[in-house]
């Protein structure tokens, strides 16, 4: 199999959609469970202004460490 290099540009765009992609879903989360931002970000030990930023689209590169917290904080699984 030949493997060729990966166009950053390319990888950019894939990653900011990823991330869209995530905050989405842990935005639907949150509001399903009644949790407000404020309080998951306590419970994530992340700042809220993070939160906001990953829940709107606006943080094109997350964190995993901060996906793990956030997902064990809102106890939904991060994985399958």
Known sequence: MEIKRVN?????LETARL????GALIKQARKTKGISQERL??????????????EN????????GYVVAIALALKVPFYS
């Open 19 to 22: 991330s869209a992609q995530i």
């Open 8 to 12: 950053s540009e390319y990888q950019k």
């Open 57 to 64: 689209s606006k943080e094109p590169n997350l964190s995993i």
């Open 41 to 54: 970000a306590e419970a994530a030990d992340i700042s809220e202004k993070y939160l906001s930023s990953v």
